[in-house]
T-cell receptor, first 114, second 111 residues
Framework: DTEVTQTPKHLVMGMTNKKSLKCEQHMGHRAMYWYKQKAKKPPELMFVYSYEKLSINESVPSRFSPECPNSSLLNLHLHALQPEDSALYLC?????????????FGDGTRLSIL | GESVGLHLPTLSVQEGDNSIINCAYS??????FIWYKQESGKGPQFIIDIRSNMDKRQGQRVTVLLNKTVKHLSLQIAATQPGDSAVYFC??????????FGTGTRLLVSP
């Protein structure tokens, strides 16, 4: 079992809906990440939070809005998504976002946009 | 059995064989590398990492080799088991926090 917990495991939403993906870790890590993974492709970085501050936004469309309420929680707010946004959304954490630290992943939320 | 990563995305081996999964990375400035295993319906699972000041690191049944001259990584799995069947990704840390994944290799282990 992963130490990074993501909810929900599956989400189906329409293009006009607003929903949120949640991620939680209790390893005391201070860096958290969102990745997007399309079928048969590698994960691609979306956002990085370090000490609850956004440090990297990989030019992600504004219909994806990340939030880091505290060092254990990471949310991804979704609004007006497109069918091409259907994917597996992965959360990860690392000790403090420094170099030479492995990132530990949750099992993801599989998102389907109708 | 051996794969060349980008050019042969599937590696099929028999149980008990040794497997070698290869990966070419892109950034000569990258100094930290990780191998992940991803099973169907799961997130990537950390296997082993290596820093650029090393050329070999061993774990339990796994060995990672790093050749910085040709920007090449390999993952060796000894005595491959059916439970090793998964997609394997190499990843390089570019800059301070950006992890970039390779395209992945599917390992199929038959009994």
């Amino acid at each position: 079992d992963t130490e990074v917990t993501q909810t929900p495991k599956h989400l189906v939403m329409g293009m006009t809906n607003k929903k949120s993906l949640k991620c939680e870790q209790h390893m005391g890590h201070r860096a958290m990440y969102w990745y997007k993974q399309k079928a048969k492709k590698p994960p691609e970085l979306m956002f990085v939070y370090s000490y609850e501050k956004l440090s990297i936004n990989e030019s992600v469309p504004s219909r994806f809005s990340p939030e880091c309420p505290n060092s254990s929680l990471l949310n991804l707010h979704l609004h007006a998504l497109q069918p091409e946004d259907s994917a597996l959304y992965l959360c990860a954490s690392s000790q403090d976002g420094g170099s030479n630290q492995p990132q530990h992943f949750g099992d993801g939320t599989r998102l389907s946009i109708l | 059995g051996e794969s060349v990563g980008l050019h042969l995305p599937t590696l099929s081996v028999q149980e008990g064989d040794n497997s070698i999964i290869n990966c070419a990375y892109s950034n000569s400035a990258s100094d930290y590398f990780i191998w992940y295993k991803q099973e169907s319906g799961k997130g990537p699972q950390f296997i082993i990492d290596i820093r650029s000041n090393m050329d070999k690191r061993q774990g339990q049944r796994v060995t990672v080799l790093l050749n910085k001259t040709v920007k090449h990584l390999s993952l060796q799995i000894a005595a491959t088991q059916p439970g090793d069947s998964a997609v394997y990704f190499c990843a390089e840390l570019q800059g301070f926090q950006k992890l970039v994944f390779g395209t992945g290799t599917r390992l199929l282990v038959s009994p």
